[in-house]
Antibody
Framework: EVQLVESGGGLVKPGGSLRLSCVGS????????VSWVRQASGQGLEWVGL??????????DYAAPVKGRFTISRDDSKNTLFLQMNSLKIEDTGVYYC??????????WGQGTLVTVSS | DIQMTQSPSTLSASVGDRVTITCRAS??????LAWYQQKPGKAPKLLIY???SLQSGVPSRFSGSGSGTDFTLTISSLQPDDVATYYC?????????FGQGTKVEIK
């Protein structure tokens, strides 16, 4: 069974930084394209960014609102995806999901981790 | 960036009704479109991929159609369990974009 478990969320002040982690199991993590998707309370889904498998080039891409502030990386030896978030803004508040395409486009989701940016 | 416009934002229908949700892309995405169902407090669930392919385990009352810029999700006979918010997502290339969502309610 494909499982994704996010961690690292919490309360941070505007301008601060936070690093989220996502550990995958039940599939060959090194071959997976993995994304981060966020959702503010009561709002819709927003794609944050994606990282290809290293075998496919390891390319990353980001949504315009986070480009230059957020960085996605991976450690395939630990089946882990990271999201480094810098210069955080109040509008970055929300639940952050780790998502993989291994069984279809965004077919597998973690349970999410809550990030709150507030002074 | 490709923008996705979904309509309507809210839909109220009776049990057994045929329900249609539309999604329009700002540029052609061929058939690289997926549909998701999200219930409150839960992660989204993939229903349809590549515009019209039904994900394994999804009831056959769900179907998708379209290509290029215009796409449709149809529920052939609305059931109480279908109350949820539905999202389209384009996955043409590395960048992805979601539609704004359609909340489906029972009348």
């Amino acid at each position: 069974e494909v499982q994704l478990v996010e961690s690292g969320g919490g309360l941070v002040k505007p301008g601060g930084s936070l690093r989220l982690s996502c550990v995958g199991s039940g599939f060959t993590f090194s071959k997976a394209w993995v994304s981060w998707v966020r959702q503010a309370s009561g709002q819709g889904l927003e794609w944050v960014g994606l990282m290809q498998s290293e075998g496919d080039g390891g390319t990353t891409d980001y949504a315009a609102p986070v480009k230059g502030r957020f960085t996605i990386s991976r450690d395939d030896s630990k089946n882990t995806l990271f999201l480094q978030m810098n210069s955080l803004k109040i509008e970055d508040t929300g639940v952050y999901y780790c998502v993989t395409d291994i069984l279809g486009p965004a077919a597998s989701w973690g349970q999410g981790t809550l990030v709150t940016v507030s002074s | 960036d490709i923008q996705m416009t979904q309509s309507p934002s809210t839909l109220s229908a009776s049990v057994g009704d045929r329900v249609t949700i539309t999604c329009r892309a700002s540029h052609s995405i061929s058939a690289w479109l997926a549909w998701y169902q999200q219930k409150p407090g839960k992660a989204p669930k993939l229903l349809i991929y590549k515009a019209s392919s039904l994900q394994s385990g999804v009831p056959s009352r769900f179907s998708g159609s379209g290509s290029g810029t215009d796409f449709t999700l149809t529920i052939s006979s609305l059931q109480p369990d279908d109350v949820a918010t539905y999202y389209c997502q384009q996955y043409n290339g590395y960048s992805r974009t979601f539609g704004q969502g359609t909340k489906v309610e029972i009348k």
